[in-house]
T-cell receptor, first 118, second 113 residues
């Protein structure tokens, strides 16, 4: 079974600064996807960034980037130039893949509440 | 294009009753996954359907069931409701093939009294 651990229940950052959210996972599988999802107070889960395990290059999406350390089973999210709209709960998630196809069975961490202060 | 639609948005039921929640995926998506979100247990996977077949199932009792129709719309049913079933139920749709991104609906907030 796979597990995902987010050790920071809450984080805060000043607007325009950089913040890093931590995530570790445990699996004996070699083929999988890792994700960061954002859930604002509106409850809608939104995909922030995705990383395929077989890719060594860290994924980047505008102000969001990851530090993927496969051997250490670590997958942290860095948010640069934080904005007020980044305030949300952030979830790290894991999904197995077979032949490049995601299983559609996400395992989530407990989440980190991020507050961006003006 | 239209997003994932879950109905109803809010629901209040009494212990012992049953409930059916609905999820309409994004057009063209064939995979629908269901998740339960509670403050204590976080987000937990319930089941996933692809082309009307259940492909994956989480560790929930048999009171939780689901199905998917030929148009990919999915329903989940919870029978003999318990207070602990109070939760936000989220559905996610994806193409079901390749690294398809999962798009989530806004959820159904179920309260059991």
């Amino acid at each position: 079974a796979q597990t995902v651990t987010q050790s920071q229940p809450e984080m805060s950052v000043q607007e325009a600064e950089t913040v890093t959210l931590s995530c570790t996972y445990d699996t004996s599988e070699n083929n999988y996807y890792l994700f960061w999802y954002k859930q604002p107070p509106s409850r809608q889960m939104i995909l922030v960034i995705r990383q395929e395990a077989y890719k060594q290059q860290n994924a980047t999406e505008n102000r969001f980037s990851v530090n993927f350390q496969k051997a250490a089973k670590s997958f942290s999210l860095k948010i640069s130039d934080s904005q007020l709209g980044d305030t949300a709960m952030y979830f790290c998630a894991f999904d197995l893949s077979a032949g490049g196809t995601s299983y559609g069975k996400l395992t989530f961490g407990q989440g980190t509440i991020l507050t961006v202060h003006p | 294009k239209a997003g994932v639609t879950q109905t109803p948005r809010y629901l209040i039921k009494t212990r012992g009753q049953q409930v059916t929640l609905s999820c309409s995926p994004i057009s063209g998506h064939r995979s629908v996954s269901w998740y339960q979100q509670t403050p204590g247990q976080g987000l937990q996977f319930l089941f996933e359907y692809f082309s009307e077949t259940q492909r994956n199932k989480g560790n929930f009792p048999g009171r939780f069931s689901g199905r998917q129709f030929s148009n990919s719309r999915s329903e989940m049913n919870v029978s003999t409701l318990e207070l602990g079933d109070s939760a936000l139920y989220l559905c996610a749709s994806s193409s079901g093939q390749g690294e398809g991104e999962a798009f989530f609906g806004q959820g159904t907030r179920l309260t059991v009294v």
